[in-house]
């Protein structure tokens, strides 16, 4: 499997399973600077028909703890890298 380094178009993959992103079309301002009641209750409506466990999803987390090569190594290196780059601001308040 060949990996587009373009990142503009492509789908992003946890472990070879393809990730779906919805891209939503441009909006202006006025469309996403208001607040409404109602449009929170449809988010509240539609969070409500939702399961609260999804058994395709759990299988799949289940599936891949269980795989000795989920994460790939690139994948674990990668993220190791991220870590050690990072300043670790949050010991100093702790002490």
Do not use: C
Request: aromatic share 2%; no cysteine; charged share 25%.
């Amino acid at each position: 499997m060949i990996n587009s380094t373009n990142r503009t178009g492509s789908t992003p993959h946890i472990g070879g399973i393809p990730v779906a992103v919805p891209r939503p079309a441009p909006r202006g301002p006025e469309e996403t600077d208001r607040f409404s009641a109602d449009s929170l209750g449809r988010l509240r409506q539609a969070m409500e028909k939702q399961p609260a466990v999804r058994p395709d999803v759990v299988e799949l987390g289940r599936s891949l703890a269980s795989d000795p090569g989920y994460p790939p190594e690139p994948i674990v290196r990668k993220l190791a890298e991220l870590l050690v780059s990072q300043p670790n601001d949050g010991d100093d308040e702790a002490d």
